[in-house]
């Protein structure tokens, strides 16, 4: 990793006053040094606002209701928001698994950032980050030292994990539009949420027989859909590091559990993927589900992306379990 000199480091949140923090909830792009830097102790309720706003949105069902279309909506952004963090944030980004052009890149990128997730740099670096210390006091989502809780969601809402190391991730920053989806991380999910709302407006006129509304459509295409799909891709952190099978001996606790795959659209196989990151595939067996590497054969069939690196024959003769 190259060393950065200490002036490209920038101090976090101001700790004076609660406005610069309140400032930054339309934007991340915080740059911290490496290391330690990224494992927070302490919720930063200020900044942790809105993700605490987007569960409370979830409630609105009580007043909107349900509809099909509103459900099918909510559901179909869940399973191309899941392909975009599976796919692009985290075998992409974070591990470059296969290549592919600028402008698919770019798009898939966008389609991940309006998972409310933050943006690619920030995602990326905070995952090379935990291959590198996974399990160990520096890894910032332990379940093993810190309990369910601070695995699966307390860390991501410390001033600390609001940073990104960007050393960690010199490859991405050279293209701005990555830099620019990083610093306004905020402005997908909400165009996202203005789309909804017009969406269920439209159909209210044009199609009333499908009993949907602007609020019903904002609360289940946006609100119910985003904080399911958070709390499924967070659970690669906390229980695939707890429950399920290890056929290879990591350094780490990582496990394979086909119902964290079915749920991750095949991330469940992490302890395949904490023993060889490289592969655009993660469940390495035939019958191990993983419909992120289905979808991309398809995507590399029309050639959308290519270069997609396999499984080493060498992986399976390490394995200590079938
Ligand atoms: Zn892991
Ligand atoms: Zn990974």
């Not at 490209?8 to 290391?35: D, F, K, M, N, Y």
């Not at 927070?40 to 900044?47: L, P």
């Not at 591990?95 to 402008?103: D, K, L, M």
Request: charged letters at 15%; proline letters at 6%.
């Amino acid at each position: 990793m190259q060393d950065v000199p200490p002036t490209a480091i920038q101090p976090s949140a101001a700790r004076a006053s609660p406005w610069p923090r309140l400032g930054r909830w339309l934007g991340g792009g915080t740059v911290r040094g490496e290391g330690e830097g990224l494992v927070g102790h302490r919720i930063d309720w200020v900044r942790a606002a809105p993700f605490l706003a987007l569960h409370a949105g979830c409630l609105g069902m009580l007043w909107t209701g349900a509809s099909p279309v509103a459900v099918v909506v909510a559901a179909s952004l869940y399973l191309l928001r899941m392909f975009a963090i599976t796919a692009f944030y985290h075998r992409y980004f974070s591990h470059r698994a296969f290549r592919t052009s600028r402008v698919v890149q770019a798009l898939f990128a966008t389609i991940g950032a309006s998972s409310a997730q933050r943006g690619p740099l920030w995602w990326a670096a905070h995952h090379r980050h935990h291959h590198r210390h996974a399990d160990t006091a520096r890894d910032p989502h332990s379940p093993a030292r810190r309990g369910f809780f601070w695995s699966h969601v307390g860390w991501f809402l410390t001033e600390e994990a609001f940073a990104t190391d960007r050393r960690r991730v010199q490859d991405l920053v050279r293209y701005p539009e990555l830099r620019w989806l990083d610093r306004h991380d905020a402005v997908v999910p909400l165009l996202l949420a203005v789309a909804l709302y017009g969406l269920g407006a439209l159909l209210q006129r044009v199609a009333p027989e499908l009993a949907t509304n602007g609020p019903q459509m904002l609360v289940w295409g946006f609100f119910v859909s985003t904080v399911a799909l958070f709390h499924a891709t967070v659970t690669i952190n906390s229980l695939a590091h707890r429950f399920g099978r290890r056929r290879f001996a990591t350094r780490d606790n990582s496990r394979n559990n086909a119902w964290l795959a079915a749920l991750t659209l095949g991330e469940g196989w992490h302890n395949n993927h904490h023993f060889y990151p490289g592969s655009v595939r993660q469940g390495f067996r035939w019958y191990e589900f993983d419909p992120t590497w289905y979808g991309l054969r398809v995507m590399q069939a029309l050639g959308l992306v290519w270069d997609l690196r396999p499984v080493p024959a060498w992986v399976m003769d390490k394995a200590v379990r079938p």
